[in-house]
Antibody, heavy 119, light 108 residues
Framework: QVTLRESGPALVKPTQTLTLTCTFS??????????VSWIRQPPGKALEWLAL???????YYSTSLKTRLTISKDTSKNQVVLTMTNMDPVDTATYYC???????????WGQGTLVTVSS | SYELTQPPSVSVSPGQTARITCSAD??????AYWYQQKPGQAPVLVIY???ERPSGIPERFSGSSSGTTVTLTISGVQAEDEADYYC???????????FGGGTKLTVL
């Protein structure tokens, strides 16, 4: 049974760095073809893809946010971490992590975590 | 930046067929995926690789592809299908994912 769970602060101040952790079970990020991705969704708006990391530790970032994002993995802990620097109120959103399988794309999602950016 | 274009809204009566389109230049080269999202919930994969349906997804959901446009079809729409639907694909390199702007399906 595949599960993913996002964790991190619910509230951050402008200019601070956000660190989110995705803890997963039911699959290994060492398996060829497996990836974990981060996606966010501002309230009432569309999904926005942020980043992904694959089994081989290759990393890909949204071109519009790549200067602010870092994604990393700890395979032994089954965790993927996303950091986003210089947070702004427009970054207020629900942040999701999801598994990408070679066959089915983003096939399992976490429940999401709402991050509010406010002073 | 690469974009997927969806209509903002589609409305159908129960029992009718809903079609939601998604267009982009790289779609002939990259697979498309469709996600259903109900209020307050995480998205759920309903179609992968243009036209494949995951186990547990009703048969009334189907996908197709033609040139630069992919289509999600929901046959015999039910009230429970009212949701936002997002297409997702990758740019021509295959590395950078992108979502469409979402389509709100209203069941009249």
């Amino acid at each position: 049974q595949v599960t993913l769970r996002e964790s991190g602060p619910a509230l951050v101040k402008p200019t601070q760095t956000l660190t989110l952790t995705c803890t997963f079970s039911g699959f290994s990020l060492s398996t060829s073809g497996m990836c974990v991705s981060w996606i966010r969704q501002p309230p009432g708006k569309a999904l926005e893809w942020l980043a992904l990391i694959d089994w081989d530790d290759d990393k890909y970032y949204s071109t519009s946010l790549k200067t602010r994002l870092t994604i990393s993995k700890d395979t032994s802990k089954n965790q993927v971490v996303l950091t986003m620097t210089n947070m702004d109120p427009v970054d207020t959103a629900t942040y999701y992590c999801a598994r990408i399988s070679p066959e089915r794309g983003l096939d399992y999602w976490g429940q999401g975590t709402l991050v509010t950016v406010s002073s | 930046s690469y974009e997927l274009t969806q209509p903002p809204s589609v409305s159908v009566s129960p029992g009718q067929t809903a079609r939601i389109t998604c267009s982009a230049d790289a779609l002939p080269k990259q697979y498309a995926y469709w996600y259903q999202q109900k209020p307050g919930q995480a998205p759920v994969l309903v179609i992968y690789k243009d036209s494949e349906r995951p186990s547990g997804i009703p048969e009334r959901f189907s996908g197709s592809s033609s040139g630069t446009t992919v289509t999600l079809t929901i046959s015999g729409v039910q009230a429970e299908d009212e949701a936002d639907y997002y297409c997702q694909s990758a740019d021509s390199s295959g590395f950078y994912r992108v979502f469409g702007g979402g389509t709100k399906l209203t069941v009249l």
